[in-house]
């Protein structure tokens, strides 16, 4: 029976084709199942045999690890040459998105905010 490995939700290409590879490396069969088109289930990668699966999170454990370190790494490089993305450098660059997600943000804090207002006046 097929044992869910990896959620897909908010997983990178890159990091979805980097398990696949180490997967495939340790000779563990898996196989993808995509997102829907409505956004109800988001794939994920799952494995063929449940006797593989203490393997494979070993596996994973390690790759997630070594994968934190080089993300964490490239983050403070970019941020020390300057290329790395921050709120400064997005106003800068999209400032009426920025000023629209921050709006969006009041009206929805607001609307929620609203009924303990109201009840309270």
């Not at 959620?7 to 829907?36: K, M, Q």
């Not at 956004?39 to 494979?56: C, F, K, Q, V």
């Not at 106003?91 to 905010?113: E, H, K, S, T, W």
């Amino acid at each position: 029976m097929a044992k869910l490995l990896l959620n897909l939700r908010n997983v990178g290409e890159d990091e979805s084709r980097d398990v696949g590879e180490l997967l495939d490396r340790n000779n563990i069969p898996w196989y993808r199942t995509e997102a829907s088109p409505w956004g109800i289930s988001s794939g994920g990668i799952w494995l063929r045999e449940n006797d593989d699966h203490p393997r494979a999170k070993a596996l994973m454990a390690d790759y997630q690890a070594q994968r934190s370190q080089r993300v964490r790494a490239e983050r403070e490089a970019g941020l020390r040459d300057g290329t790395a993305e921050t709120f400064g450098s997005v106003f800068r660059q999209r400032p009426l998105f920025v000023i629209a997600v921050l709006l969006g943000m009041l009206a929805a804090a607001a609307l929620v905010l609203l009924p303990f207002v109201l009840l309270r006046g």
